[in-house]
């Protein structure tokens, strides 16, 4: 088993940030400055396609989290991604997507792919991070454990939490549902799916009909008017809540 | 015009409660024991079908957005319910209800036509309420006001909502669309809307249809797993978060 290899810290705002490694898999680790005497809940989060672990918007969401709830919050670079080096197979498919924007043409065929081949590398790096993370005294092996993953992060999220029983609540949201209902029908987690009413590239009918494929006994569909890049911020804020009344934490800060 | 008419005063738990009649109609004002020094927004709720305007439903949510949000809240009984007395036609209908549900018939038909006569009378009883209310100093008539209303307050709200443009954000769910698609499409204000994914009176692609029509610019559809009645309690909670932001006042209280 991998064990985790710290390789940098800092601090903010009542957030201790840690690069680290996994079996060679570039890793951060946000934490609370003071946390509680025992273990806290986890939460690993995806970033999105053509980002990276440390993309604002997983530093945003690390924050509510971390500073709101006492969480830790683990994000690891996708395949491709951030500091992980890109393979011929990568460099092929985005020239591909490429391609398809500039011509018009749908971007779900080519994406839908390409994320399920990254999801079929990115799972077992998950549960490998995942073992080592509970190794870890403040976080632990009882713990409850969640995950947040919008776009690539839900096309990555849907099989690993299939697979993990470790995880017991999910946010997803912004991805093409052809490669993950399969996955889905077997998710009973609690599960928050969003989607977005005027999306110019994925068809709200497949959205709707991956939120009737979960399986979960508690699932919430949040659906906003706006466009693809258009999610708006306070579903950040929602899923903050989703996760702290799932994982067991109040959340203490204004919502 | 007529003037709010206080028939009682009582508090608890940081909540001043005022009944009131304005013309007739009985109503009740939730106030902030210690109120801001200027006016404070106003949001306007209607009960649901069978209930009244202290059902409990009612009282949890004004807790929520008096002491959370220094907010006023104001409920009238609709036509029929409450403390106001039934009409022959009244009884007439929650007779053709009973036998439907009896037969194991759908109800939604008698539904529809019940609460749109209710809504022709209601919507002006509603107007002359806020009329009233905004002579109040510690109202006036220059603040936001929302509104709230599931159910049978959905059925009267649609149409007071649309007609009324002194109120600026509105939470609807838990209803038939067949007599308020019109009256949605000239709603531009933001709007919440509720739906049951199992609910096994309305069908879920009616509502669906009911969100398309709202042509405000800013709209959100929580959809949640779970029958008729089996709306979350978190979603009072969202709806208190939904008119703080459009209200123009944090919610204090941890969410």
Chains 1, 2 share one sequence.
């Not at 509510?64 to 670079?77: E, K, N, P, R, S």
């Not at 709707?208 to 979960?216: I, R």
Request: glycine share 10%.
């Amino acid at each position: 088993m991998h064990r985790v290899q710290f390789t940098a810290e800092s601090s903010s705002d009542g957030m201790v940030e840690r690069d680290f490694t996994v079996g060679g898999v570039p890793g951060v680790l946000w934490s609370p400055v003071s946390g509680p005497a025992g273990p806290a809940p986890l939460v690993l989060m995806g970033h999105g396609g053509g980002t990276h672990k440390k993309h604002r918007a997983m530093t945003g969401r690390a924050r509510l989290l971390v500073t709101g709830c006492g969480f830790h919050v683990a994000v690891i670079d996708a395949p491709g991604h951030g500091d992980r080096p890109r393979t011929a197979q990568d460099e092929r498919e985005i020239t591909e997507l490429r391609e398809a924007q500039a011509a018009g043409e749908p971007r779900g065929p080519v994406v839908v792919r390409y994320n399920a081949r990254l999801a079929e590398l990115a799972v077992p790096e998950w549960r490998a991070t995942l073992d080592a993370l509970q190794e870890l005294p403040e976080i632990g092996a009882e713990g409850p454990v969640g995950y947040v993953g919008i776009g690539l992060g839900t096309a990555l999220g849907v099989p690993l939490v299939a697979d993990e029983p470790r995880i017991t609540a999910a946010v997803f949201g912004m991805m093409w549902p052809d490669a993950l209902t399969g996955a889905a029908k077997r998710i009973t987690v609690p599960v928050e799916l969003a989607l977005q009413w005027d999306d110019e590239h994925i068809p709200r009918e497949a959205v709707l009909a991956l939120f009737d494929a979960f399986a979960s006994k508690e699932k919430s569909l949040h659906v906003n008017s706006g466009k693809h890049r258009e999610l708006p911020r306070f579903e950040a804020d929602s899923a903050t809540r989703f996760l702290a009344r799932h994982l067991g934490r109040p959340v203490t800060s204004p919502a």
